[in-house]
């Protein structure tokens, strides 16, 4: 079965510094992997996908992940925080047995400080 | 505007009383799903959608029951709502992209309390 695990339910940097985001994922076959950021108040909104094209995967707003197999980790990182990236993130697998179905983790929550 | 919309955005109820959260969306898109959003658990999938008259479980059905008579609409009901279904609930839209996968549209969310 599917699954993905976040490492840290809670992650806080400064602004100008990196953020990084751990996510783990199990699954039986090549898996499409995404992540997707939650701001307070508001829907869901996809950051980045990998489909098992590049393993660098470049997003929105600055961020990117690395689908690394040989650790079954797909990490989110971005150079230099702001302000605004202070939100939810969450890794998600897509699941077997309906293209339509999503496996969420549990989220993390990022904090800015200035 | 591409999107996905959701009513009420927010909806305070009693336990047996019957209601449902609309979900409408106008992207001509198949497939649709509604998820429901707990501390600590992530989203976890309710129902889903393939087409018109299509639909299938998810992980936690209980409780929940939908519908797909048009294409752009896909109703959440819940016919008995019990404390155990507050949560916050989103619905979601996709369709095949070029690469052959199902990137997912969200509504706005719907923040359900049974008292």
């Known amino acids: 079965a599917q699954s993905v695990t976040q490492l840290d339910s809670h992650v806080s940097v400064s602004e100008g510094t990196p953020v990084l985001l751990r996510c783990n994922y199990s699954?039986?076959?090549?898996?499409?992997l995404f992540w997707y950021v939650q701001h307070p108040n508001k829907g869901l909104q996809l950051l980045l996908k990998y489909t098992s094209a590049a393993t660098l995967v470049k997003g929105i707003n600055g961020f990117e992940a690395e689908f690394k197999k040989s650790e079954t980790s797909f990490h989110l990182t971005k150079p230099s925080a702001h302000m605004s990236d202070a939100a939810e993130y969450f890794c998600v697998v897509r699941g077997f047995g309906g293209y339509n179905k999503l496996i969420f983790g549990a989220g993390t929550r990022l904090a800015v400080h200035p | 505007e591409a999107q996905v919309t959701q009513n009420p955005r927010y909806l305070i109820t009693v336990t047996g009383k019957k209601l449902t959260v609309t979900c409408s969306q106008n992207?001509?898109?198949?497939?649709m799903s509604w998820y429901r959003q707990d501390p600590g658990l992530g989203l976890r999938q309710i129902y889903y959608s393939m087409n018109v008259e299509v639909t299938d479980k998810g992980d936690v059905p209980e409780g929940y029951k939908v519908s797909r008579k048009e294409k752009r609409n896909f109703p959440l009901i819940l016919e008995s709502p019990s404390p155990n279904q507050t949560s916050l609930y989103f619905c979601?839209?996709?369709?095949?992209?070029?690469?052959?996968?199902?990137?997912?549209?969200f509504g706005p969310g719907t923040r359900l309390t049974v008292t």
């Open positions: 979601a839209s996709s369709s095949p992209t070029r690469d052959s996968v199902y990137e997912q549209y």
């Open positions: 699954s039986s076959y090549s898996p499409s």
């Open positions: 992207m001509n898109h198949e497939y």
